[in-house]
């Protein structure tokens, strides 16, 4: 999607906002004078190339767009589920100072979902206060943030065809749970979802994750854990209830089956190990 890009690459940063679209909301472009980076929030709707009269491309929340310089594009969406989205308007520039042409040349529009969509969705939201709030260099920064990330997620890209499908679907899975360790989660409702059966969607997790559902949520909630111990000053409680254990008990029985200690000293020797040392006389 942004393939000529490296991390010397310059970048001017033109506009930035967030646009919440009304009900009857529609969008031509005429020819844009740079290039313009969409990542859709919430909703649904479509984007076409005006020039060649493309097909209609379907967006949804979580996708990245790219839209290229000295084209022009049209835009609508479905009132009941009226899209929200970021624009940047950007331009990029090589080491020699040279525009970088971005995008493949055989797709009228490059539409990518973005995995780490809450990564994705932070940074963007801090480039428009950084870039409204007269802070440029930060918001570049923030905007280089996503195209590495980007990037990264390209050169791990499924492979085309129902396998592919499903395994981007098993990672946006994966996302939310990180997102959200503490929500109650059922194989069978995950694996409904996908419309296939709970013993086929845990082959399909194992060989994406490397690793089964239940194993993931588990890992994802002691990471999670092991943070909110060092980082917070919630108590054991507290860490339980929101990582969806019913008792501090049961988490704490729980995180000392999988590290080895239990939550407390787990604290006190974390804390203990990020003091400074006081100098030596």
């Known amino acids: 999607m942004l393939g000529a890009w490296n991390p010397q690459s310059a970048v001017t940063l033109t506009f930035a906002d ?9 969008w031509r472009s005429g020819i844009l004078r740079s290039s313009d980076l969409w990542y859709v ?15 209609r491309q379907i967006i949804r929340g979580g996708d990245l767009v790219l839209l290229r310089a000295n084209r022009s594009y049209a ?12 624009a940047v308007y950007f331009e990029l520039l090589d080491e020699s100072g040279a525009p970088i042409v971005l995008g493949s040349p055989r797709q009228e529009i490059d539409i990518l979902h973005a995995e780490a969509s809450g990564f994705v969705h932070d940074v963007l939201l801090r480039l428009v206060r950084c870039l409204q709030d007269g802070r440029r260099r930060w918001a570049e920064a923030c905007f ?14 499924w492979p085309p065809g129902r396998f592919g499908d499903q395994a981007r679907r098993i990672m946006q899975i994966c996302e939310r749970i990180r997102r959200h360790p503490g929500e109650p989660i059922r ?12 013993e086929h969607f845990s082959r399909l997790f194992r060989r994406v994750q490397g ?9 994802t909630r002691i990471d999670t854990a092991r943070r909110l111990l060092l980082t917070s000053s919630h108590s054991i409680e507290r860490i339980a209830t929101l990582l969806g254990y019913d008792s501090g008990f049961q988490f704490s029985r729980h995180f000392k089956a999988r590290t080895g200690v239990p939550p407390s000293h787990y604290r006190d020797r974390g804390r203990q190990a990020l003091r400074v ?5």
């Open 18 to 26: 967030v646009f919440n679209c009304e009900p009857d909301w529609s």
């Open 41 to 55: 929030i919430d909703g649904v709707g479509w984007l076409r190339e005006e020039q060649s009269r493309s097909a």
């Open 75 to 86: 835009a609508g969406h479905d009132s009941r589920r009226p899209l929200s989205l970021i």
């Open 144 to 157: 280089q943030t996503v195209v590495m990330e980007i990037i990264n997620q390209c050169a791990n890209t």
């Open 187 to 198: 194989v069978d409702a995950l694996a409904a979802g996908m419309g296939v059966s709970a």
């Open 211 to 219: 690793l089964s559902p239940r194993a993931f949520i588990t890992r």
């Open 277 to 281: 040392a006081p100098p030596r006389s």
